[in-house]
Nanobody, 125 residues
């Protein structure tokens, strides 16, 4: 599986962006998908995950109520709608995929098998 993230850009605080992550391969629907982000000088951190069926989502506290993850298995794509953006959301955002892992480990980057190249999100104050 190869992942291609897109949709990043520069936005003012309070604005919105929608990230997309397109996956190759025929097993996308069996993969849990997630978004992580990494700000300059900081470690990569978990943002949100969605189960393969789309029936379960898990958000980091910092983005609850502002970000929404969704997926379209027919299009092999996962989306991240980001609203009410804050300067502290500035980071490179990475999509990631995994298969056959325990639900309770969705927050941990080491459990993901595939990573996209990242897309830069910059929120100005």
């Amino acid at each position: 599986v190869q992942l291609q993230a897109s949709g990043g850009g520069l936005v003012q605080a309070g604005g919105s962006l929608r990230l997309s992550c397109a996956a190759s391969g025929r097993t996308f629907s069996r993969h849990d998908m997630a978004w992580f982000r990494q700000a300059p000088g900081k470690e990569r951190e978990f943002v949100v995950a969605i189960r393969s069926s789309g029936g379960y989502t898990y958000y980091a506290d910092s983005v609850k109520g502002r970000f929404t993850i969704s997926r379209d298995n027919a299009k092999n794509t996962v989306y991240l709608q980001m609203n009410s953006l804050k300067p502290e959301d500035t980071a490179v955002y990475y999509c990631a995929g995994r298969i056959g892992k325990i639900l309770g480990t969705v927050r941990f980057a080491y459990t993901y098998d595939y990573w996209g190249q990242g897309t830069q999100v910059t929120v100005s104050s």
